[in-house]
């Protein structure tokens, strides 16, 4: 957070602890405050957490 705060860049941390449920709602709350997203995970980026906020926010955001 100070690294990024100390270069003006703004960021928040959402600990999604599980994939399944998903908090849907929240993820896209931060997407459109943000407009970005960054998803860091040590497991596998095809179906894991990655692939799954990815397929969330397209959702959330298309077919509302």
Do not use: W
């Not at 459109?32 to 959702?59: F, P, Q, W, Y």
Request: hydrophobic share 50%; proline share 2%; net charge negative.
């Amino acid at each position: 957070g100070k690294i990024l705060e100390a270069e003006g860049i703004q960021a928040s941390i959402i600990d999604m602890f599980t994939v399944k449920p998903l908090d849907t709602e929240l993820l896209l709350q931060y997407a459109e405050k943000t407009g970005a997203m960054v998803v860091a995970e040590n497991h596998n980026r095809i179906g894991g957490l990655c692939s799954a906020v990815a397929d969330a926010l397209l959702v959330m955001r298309f077919f509302r």
